[in-house]
């Protein structure tokens, strides 16, 4: 009887470059999927994971401090945005956070109306943009939020690069047990069973005493 796995094989997935296909999936989510033909994964990594991000970036942000200000990049010691690493693995979408964040280092104005613009330094006088203070004061628990689902999107496609590079983990088929063999017949004859030969070491349940025999 043939197997389950023989009867239904399991479908080969050809990932091409698996290389190529990471970068892909780093630069836009669900990428490097159309790439390797895995359309299905392609769009939902696509809508959900851009989805996610977007709605980060929306939260945010307003049209007063400019959207995306939950995205932006930042080392110096007075205010050091490590929450950028998880953020970047979105790829090109956070991409204007590095533009912005050169921009600002080299002393000119953001562009975009201030779109993922790092904020002033407390010990920058220079300008009136608003600090990290300012952003939190004016978006409340939104900054947080925007920053937490922004930093899940970027998580989320790691995921995706990691499976887009090594492909999906399948399940090895188990093997089916082998039938116990049968015992070979010795050539001469069947031998008897233990319980019908004769054991000398046996002794009778019963055995009579010569002494308590009655005499005739």
């Known amino acids: 009887m043939a ?12 990932l091409k470059d698996p290389a190529l296909a990471a970068l892909l999936a780093w630069l836009v989510p669900g990428l490097g ?29 307003d049209r007063e401090v400019g959207w995306g200000r939950v995205v932006y990049m930042s080392f110096h ?24 964040a050169f921009r600002v280092r080299s002393g000119r104005a953001p562009l975009w109306g201030s779109f993922m613009a790092p904020p ?3 010990s920058d006088r220079s300008s009136n943009r608003p600090t990290l ?8 628990h939104y900054f947080e939020l925007g920053t937490l689902y922004t ?12 499976d887009a590079w090594a492909g999906p983990v399948r399940e090895e088929p188990a ?23 004769p054991d000398s070491k046996s002794r009778p ?8 025999t009655p005499s005739a």
């Not at 010691?77 to 912005?100: K, M, T």
């Open 77 to 100: 010691p007075e205010d050091q945005r490590l929450h950028f690493l998880c953020q970047a693995g979105v790829g090109l979408s956070a991409l204007p956070a590095v533009i912005q």
């Open 3 to 14: 197997s389950q796995a023989e009867q239904n094989p399991p479908e080969t997935i050809h």
């Open 133 to 140: 203070d300012d952003l939190h004061k004016r978006l409340h």
């Open 33 to 61: 999927h159309l790439y390797q033909g895995r359309t299905a994964k392609g769009i939902l990594f696509l809508v959900g994971i851009l989805g996610i991000f977007a709605y980060g970036v929306y939260l945010g942000g």
């Open 120 to 122: 002033r330094l407390p």
């Open 205 to 212: 349940s019963e055995q009579t005493n010569p002494a308590q």
């Open 175 to 197: 093997e089916e047990p082998k039938p116990p063999s049968e015992p070979e017949a010795s050539s001469g004859g069947s031998q008897p069973a233990a319980s019908d030969r």
């Open 151 to 162: 930093m899940i999107a970027g998580l989320l496609n790691i995921l995706a690069i990691y």
